[in-house]
Structures are given as C-alpha cells and as structure tokens.
C-alpha cells in the first residue's frame, strides 16, 4: 500500500504540473484522453442562456455552478464561469470576456443523480454531452480559472487534484495497524506458548 501511496501521489503531481501548465489556444477536436486538464486561454462572448448546477462549497453553503455558452471565433463551447450563491441572482452581462481555464470531462453521473429539474432550470451533476445538446454548443467544457472582465458576484472555481481522492494514504494507515495488532496478538500467543511449555 505504501508504493501504492507513492505512485497515486505521483500521479496527482502530474496532474497539477499539467493544470498549472503554459494555456493553449483551444484544440480543434479535443478528447479526454489527450487533453483533460489541458490549460487553455479563449476569447471570445457570452450567451444569453446558462444551466445552473446545484453544488455545496465548504464554509459558504449551497448554490450553483453557472455553465454557460460562450461563442468564440468559429465555435460555441461550454464555460463552467463559477459558483454563485444560492439566494444571490447571478450576475450574466452577456460581455465579450477572455477565459483562462483547463478543458475537462467531469465524471459526476451515476444510478442515484437524479434528472435535471427543467422547470426550476436546476441540473444535479455536469454531464458535457447533456449539457452540449441543452445549450446547443459543441461538446467541450473550459472550467473557468480566470475570467477577464471579471464578475463580482460569480467566484471561479478552478480545478485542482484536491478534489481527487488518494485513499491509498487511509489504506496504508489501515494496514500498518492491522500490521501491528497481528504482530502484538501473534507476540502473545508465543509468549503464552513458551510459558504453559515451560
């Protein structure tokens, strides 16, 4: 478990050098394998129409992450502009803007998420393929790091490998301590051996 501790730790450094990396101008056709987490810098205009995801942040409570169209030079995409509060209306000037950002493909869908509530306009997970076809953009999500100009009530939320799990770290500790119950049981049970041979 420890090595295994050892290459997971590896990999999450991988990931942020590769989200903290030099942006790129957007890839005509990325895919996950080869571009998840690729920084990427476009500039373009925002659309009127957003989907607003339900999400809780720590310290600040429930709200919504603002995915919105965002029409460049020969392509619409989807730019996820931050977390905005739950009793705050979101501020969406519909603004030429530049956005530095990573691309990325969040695995956020499973049995229990429910479907989005389309008459609230509230969704439960990020899905780029649903969200596309929604907002009629192509299939490509930029989660925003940095919007210029910026807005005062939207707060970006970057990415980072924080929100990644390395549960090889609770393994270890839990093997080093079933380790060393087995040590101590098996040092009793010798030691009463010895001493009922004796």
């Not at 090595?3 to 903290?20: T, V, Y």
């Not at 600040?60 to 977390?83: H, K, S, W």
């Not at 990644?164 to 770290?169: G, Q, S």
């Amino acid at each position: 478990q420890v090595q295994r501790l050892a290459w997971k730790e590896g990999i999450l450094a991988e990931i942020d050098a590769k989200i903290s990396g030099t942006p790129t101008t957007l890839p005509l056709s990325p895919r996950e394998g080869a571009y998840k987490y690729q920084p990427v810098e476009v500039s373009g205009r925002f659309l009127e129409t957003r989907i607003r995801v339900l999400v809780s942040q720590k310290l600040i409570g429930a709200g919504y992450r603002i995915i919105q169209p965002f029409q460049t030079d020969d392509r619409v995409i989807l730019v996820d502009r931050g977390f905005v509060k739950i009793d705050q209306t979101e501020d969406l000037r519909n603004d030429t803007a530049t956005v530095l950002g990573n691309l990325h493909w969040p695995d956020e869908v499973d049995e229990y998420t429910p479907e989005p509530d389309l008459t609230r306009d509230i969704w439960f997970a990020r899905n780029v393929p649903a969200l596309a076809k929604a907002l009629n953009t192509d299939p490509v999500l930029v989660i925003a790091r940095e919007i210029t100009p910026s807005s005062e009530k939207v707060s970006p939320i970057p990415i980072s490998s924080s929100g990644i799990p390395n549960d090889h770290l609770q393994y270890a500790i839990t093997w080093f301590s079933l380790a060393a119950v087995w040590a101590g049981m098996s040092g009793l049970f010798l030691f009463g051996t010895r001493r009922r041979k004796s």
